[in-house]
Antibody, heavy 120, light 110 residues
Framework: QLQLQESGPGLVKPPETLSLTCTVS??????????WGWIRQPPGKGLEWIGN???????YYNPSLKSRVTISLDMSKNQFSLKLSSVTATDTAVYYC????????????WGPGTLVTVSS | QSALTQPASVSGSPGQSITISCTGT?????????VSWHQQHPGKAPKVIIY???KRPSGVSDRFSGSKSGNTASLTISGLQAEDEADYYC??????????FGGGTKVTVL
């Protein structure tokens, strides 16, 4: 059974770069044609799609965040990562990693989420 | 890329049916039959309950159903149960491998 787990610092100072990693177990990100994505949810608010990376390495980003976001794959570790630069308090959120099915465009497997607080 | 519009809250009594709307544009909901609905309980990750407008993943109750007309998609929960109290999010494919979410609807079982 596929499992995803987010990891990274829980506190980031503005205007530093937020860095998170998603470790995938129960399946290889190398061998399957899925999208791997990041979604966030500010406390008490709704979900926001950040971006996806295809198993080939092609990336797709939310236009509102595109200038600050980088998503990458590490096939050797079966992980993918998120970097969000120049963070402010508005980037405080629970960050989820998830797997998306191509063609259907919905996330079928999610990590439990990790809270990242941006504060000096 | 604007968020899809959902009502902030919907409520109903046990056994009743409720419907949540999700309004987008001709660039997202109206152009693709790729609307999904996620259920989220407090402190938990979202879980997909409807995909491709009206399909249910294995294990999801048939009390949940989805439909679409023009730029508006809908989720109907029939035979409302206490366990259905949660937040519900719609989202849609928006072209060029991007997706857009709705703002979420809090469902309260009275």
């Amino acid at each position: 059974q596929l499992q995803l787990q987010e990891s990274g610092p829980g506190l980031v100072k503005p205007p530093e770069t937020l860095s998170l990693t998603c470790t995938v177990s129960g399946g290889s990100i190398r061998r399957t044609s899925y999208y791997w994505g990041w979604i966030r949810q500010p406390p008490g608010k709704g979900l926001e799609w950040i971006g996806n990376i295809y198993y080939s390495g092609t990336t797709y980003y939310n236009p509102s965040l595109k200038s600050r976001v980088t998503i990458s794959l590490d096939m050797s570790k079966n992980q993918f990562s998120l970097k969000l630069s120049s963070v402010t308090a508005t980037d405080t959120a629970v960050y989820y990693c998830a797997r998306m099915l191509p063609g259907s465009y919905y996330f079928d497997s999610w990590g439990p989420g990790t809270l990242v607080t941006v504060s000096s | 890329q604007s968020a899809l519009t959902q009502p902030a809250s919907v409520s109903g009594s046990p056994g009743q049916s409720i419907t949540i709307s999700c309004t987008g544009t001709s660039s997202d909901v109206g152009s693709f039959n790729l609307v999904s609905w996620h259920q989220q309980h407090p402190g938990k990750a979202p879980k997909v309950i409807i995909y491709e407008v009206s399909k249910r993943p294995s294990g999801v109750s048939d009390r949940f159903s989805g439909s679409k007309s023009g730029n508006t998609a809908s989720l109907t929960i029939s035979g409302l149960q206490a366990e259905d109290e949660a937040d519900y999010y719609c989202w849609s494919y928006a072209g060029r491998s991007t997706v857009v979410f709705g703002g979420g609807t809090k469902v309260t079982v009275l």
